[in-house]
């Protein structure tokens, strides 16, 4: 199964009702996408959309969750910040940048390992930079499951780290020191996708 053999929708009331339930192996992603994204998506929080099979089309390849986000440098420890300006003209740098946030992603287990999830990601980086993209939009920003799949994943798609380290996380965020780190902070430049 490639995404080409796909369709995108909205994953609204109407193609809940008529999909298969959804699972990507993860119970937390599976009750979301199955329970709580339309009241998301009602209260402007956040938008899901699935790709289904075209051969079959009950059937749900993958689905995610996008909304609106930043970077705040300003919350950031010198070094990062210097991360994260990197490829911004200094005249152009600013205390905040816009972002999207991949809030959910789950690609169906049936499918895992097979390239599916490498391709959902390019094409919610191709989304973000097309020129008909109604906002300005820096960056893709995650909070990955502080896990070794969706850290391997989301490195393997060539997101970064927003902290140094852990410890450096749970300072930031103000998370006590013996605190287990449930998800890790991560960032895409789209920058590097219009040169
Ligand atoms: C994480 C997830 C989206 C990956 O989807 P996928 O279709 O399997 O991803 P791909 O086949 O494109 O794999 C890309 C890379 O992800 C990593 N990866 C995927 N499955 C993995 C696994 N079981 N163990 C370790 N790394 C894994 C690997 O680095 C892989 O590259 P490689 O196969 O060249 O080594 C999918 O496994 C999933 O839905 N997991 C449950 C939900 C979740 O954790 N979502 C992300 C958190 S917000």
Redesign the pocket.
């Known amino acids: 199964m490639t995404l080409e053999e796909c369709t995108l929708r909205p994953y609204n009331s109407e193609a809940l009702n008529f999909c298969s339930p959804f699972d990507?192996?993860?119970k937390d992603?599976n009750d979301f996408f199955a329970n709580d994204s339309i009241d998301y998506s009602n209260q402007l929080l956040g938008k899901t959309y699935c790709f289904t099979a075209n051969e079959d089309p009950k059937l749900v390849v993958?689905a995610f969750t996008v909304a609106n986000d930043s970077i705040k440098t300003t919350h950031l420890p010198n070094a990062r910040k210097q991360k994260v300006n990197k490829l911004i003209p200094n005249v152009k740098r600013m205390r905040s940048y816009p972002a999207v946030l991949?809030g959910?992603?789950?690609?169906?287990?049936e499918?895992?390992?097979?390239?599916?999830?490498?391709?959902?990601?390019d094409f919610i980086k191709a989304w973000f930079i097309h020129d008909q993209n109604k906002t300005g939009c820096r960056y893709i920003v995650?909070?990955?499951?502080n896990?070794?799949?969706?850290l391997?994943?989301?490195?393997?798609?060539g997101f970064i780290y927003l902290f140094n380290d852990e410890n450096q996380e749970r300072e930031f965020l103000l998370i006590p020191d013996e605190a287990p780190l449930k998800s890790r902070l991560m960032f895409f430049d789209l920058i590097v996708l219009r040169n």
Request: positive net charge; glycine residues 10%; charged residues 25%.
């Open positions: 990507c192996g993860h992603l993958a991949i959910r992603l789950g690609v169906n287990s499918f895992s390992r097979n390239g599916l999830g490498s391709e959902v990601m995650v909070d990955a499951y896990e070794k799949r969706p391997d994943y989301y490195i393997k798609n």
